[in-house]
C-alpha cells in the first residue's frame, strides 16, 4: 500500500532564508509524486509533480523538488523564502494508472516571519 | 475559464438532516474527484466520478455516503442523517485524463465546509 509521511508539521523560517519542507513516500511500483499548496480557506493548488522523468522538478513559484528513489524522499525546497509563501502544503504519491486518486500526506504549515 | 466551483461554501446542518454538496467541473474536464479533509488532517479520497458512473468510491463510507456525477449538471455529494463526526471541509476536483502525463495534476475547489450542530 502506497503512503506519504510528511516530517514536521510546522515550519517556520525567517523571510529571505531556505525552505525545506520534507516527504517520504512508500510505493510498491513507480510512483508519481506531487506536492500541493493551500492557502487559507481554498483549495489546493499544484506546485509542482515527478512523473518519472527527471528527477529534480522545478514548479511554480520558485520551489523545486528532488525525487531520491534510494531514500524514497521528494523533499520541496525553496532557496529564499517569500512572506507570501506562508501557506499549508502537502505531499502526495499515486501509482501511474489510478489518475486522480492520491494519498496525501498531513501535511506541513509553513510559517514566514519577517 | 472558470475554476472547479463548488457550492455551498459553507453548510451548517443539525444531527440527523441530509447535506447536499455540489460540484461544477472545469469546462472540458470529465473526471471529478471528492476528498474530504478533517481538521488538522490531510485529505482523504472518497470516490471518483465519470458522468454517468462511479468508477471508484472505495474511500466512501458504505452508509450514509453517496455520490453521483449526473449526464447534465454538477457533481453532487450526499450525506444522509449527519453525524458530529461529518464535519469536515469536502473538496471536489476535476481533471481531463484519469491517467497518462496529467496523472493527479487535478485542479481542486475552494471546498464546501460542513459543520454538524
Known amino acids: 500500500a502506497q503512503s506519504v509521511t510528511q516530517l514536521g508539521s510546522h515550519v517556520s523560517v525567517s523571510e529571505g532564508a531556505l525552505v525545506l519542507l520534507r516527504c517520504n513516500y512508500s510505493?510498491?511500483?513507480?510512483?508519481?509524486l506531487f506536492w500541493y499548496v493551500q492557502y487559507p480557506n481554498q483549495g489546493l493548488q499544484l506546485l509542482l509533480k515527478y512523473t518519472s522523468a527527471a528527477t529534480l522538478v522545478k514548479g511554480i513559484n520558485g520551489f523545486e523538488a528532488e525525487f531520491k528513489k534510494s531514500e524514497t524522499s521528494f523533499h520541496l525546497t525553496k532557496p529564499s523564502a517569500h512572506m507570501s509563501d506562508a501557506a499549508e502544503y502537502f505531499c502526495a504519491v499515486s501509482e501511474g494508472n489510478q489518475g486522480g486518486k492520491l494519498i496525501f500526506g498531513q501535511g506541513t504549515e509553513l510559517s514566514v516571519k519577517p | 475559464n472558470a475554476g472547479v466551483m463548488q457550492n455551498p461554501r459553507h453548510l451548517v446542518r443539525r444531527r440527523g438532516q441530509e447535506a447536499r454538496l455540489r460540484c461544477s467541473p472545469m469546462?472540458?474536464?470529465?473526471?471529478v474527484y471528492w476528498y474530504r479533509q478533517l481538521p488538522e488532517e490531510g485529505l482523504k479520497f472518497m470516490v471518483y466520478?465519470?458522468?454517468?458512473?462511479?468508477?471508484?468510491e472505495s474511500g466512501m463510507p458504505k452508509e450514509r455516503f453517496s455520490a453521483e456525477f449526473p449526464k447534465e449538471g454538477p457533481s453532487i455529494l450526499r450525506i444522509q442523517q449527519v453525524v458530529r463526526g461529518d464535519s469536515a471541509a469536502y473538496f471536489c476536483?476535476?481533471?481531463?485524463?484519469?491517467?497518462?502525463?496529467?496523472?493527479?495534476?487535478?485542479?481542486f475547489g475552494e471546498g464546501s465546509r460542513l459543520t454538524v450542530l
Open positions: 476536483a476535476s481533471s481531463p485524463l484519469a491517467g497518462g502525463p496529467n496523472t493527479g495534476e487535478l485542479f
Open positions: 466520478l465519470q458522468k454517468e458512473n462511479i468508477i471508484d
Open positions: 469546462k472540458g474536464h470529465s473526471h
Open positions: 510505493s510498491s511500483v513507480p510512483p508519481y
